[in-house]
């Protein structure tokens, strides 16, 4: 919480002795102890609490991705057989999607080499 050193540390205790007395300072520790315990409980409390809302602000967030990537690819699938369905067969409509897919990356390829060079 907060860095005190030794000699702060035997400072304060000096001074709760003299102020206090040395009849009523073990009560007056352990009285100081048990709050600070509670603070400390209560603030762990509060972390953890913290922490578990980023989390499950997380793992939401995930899960909205997901179901949006996963309505995307079901549109593109349902655009996908309504245009092979339109074609012919299905498997023409695709054999013909891969051969053109495999040309467009050959020639951007070509074309980053020649302006690299």
Do not use: C, W
């Amino acid at each position: 919480m907060f860095d005190a050193s030794f000699p702060e540390i035997v400072l304060i205790l000096l001074v709760a002795l003299i102020v206090v007395g040395p009849e009523r300072l073990p009560r007056l520790a352990r009285t100081l102890g048990a709050y600070v315990g509670k603070a400390r409980s209560m603030f762990n409390s509060v972390r953890d609490e913290v922490e578990r809302e980023v989390q499950l602000d997380e793992l939401r967030k995930a899960e909205r991705d997901l179901k949006r990537d996963l309505d995307m690819s079901q549109d593109v699938m349902a655009d996908s057989q309504k245009s092979a369905g339109g074609k012919g067969s299905p498997a023409a409509g695709k054999s013909g999607k891969a051969s053109s897919g495999q040309k467009g990356p050959d020639k951007d390829h070509g074309s980053e080499s020649e302006t690299r060079s």
